[in-house]
Nanobody, 128 residues
């Protein structure tokens, strides 16, 4: 069955960096779009980044653009989120997500409903 397992979260000072990993299994990884969402305490889950199956297309929310980079290694069935210049407002649980479609078949990659599998989440805490 489909399985997504995130790792790499933790506590970091403002301005620091973290890299999240998501190990995927149980499906044809290189075909599907993959993404990252996050949820801060008391807030709704929000889109962070998406990457196409081949990795040639990436998109980000305005709040993380130019600081975060999403990438994937299709040989390892792993997607990454490199987070630089972290801010306290980046504190959240980060979720790896899978789309049932290719990137080019998605209607709106920013919507929760475009993704059918979610990992368990990994906590990222940024201190000021």
């Amino acid at each position: 069955q489909v399985k997504l397992v995130e790792s790499g979260g933790g506590l970091v000072q403002g301005g620091g960096s973290l890299r999240l990993s998501c190990d995927a299994s149980g499906f044809d990884f290189m075909v599907k779009a993959m993404g990252w969402f996050r949820q801060a305490p008391g807030k709704e889950r929000e889109f962070v980044a998406v990457i196409s199956g081949s990795g040639d297309r990436t998109y980000y929310s305005d709040s993380v653009k130019d600081r975060f980079t999403v990438s994937r290694d299709n040989a390892k069935n792993t997607v990454y989120l490199q987070m630089n210049s972290l801010k306290p407002e980046d504190t959240a649980v980060y979720y790896c997500v899978r789309s049932p479609r290719t990137f080019y078949d998605m209607s709106n990659y920013k919507l929760n409903g475009e993704y059918d599998y979610w990992g368990q989440g990994t906590q990222v805490t940024v201190s000021s």
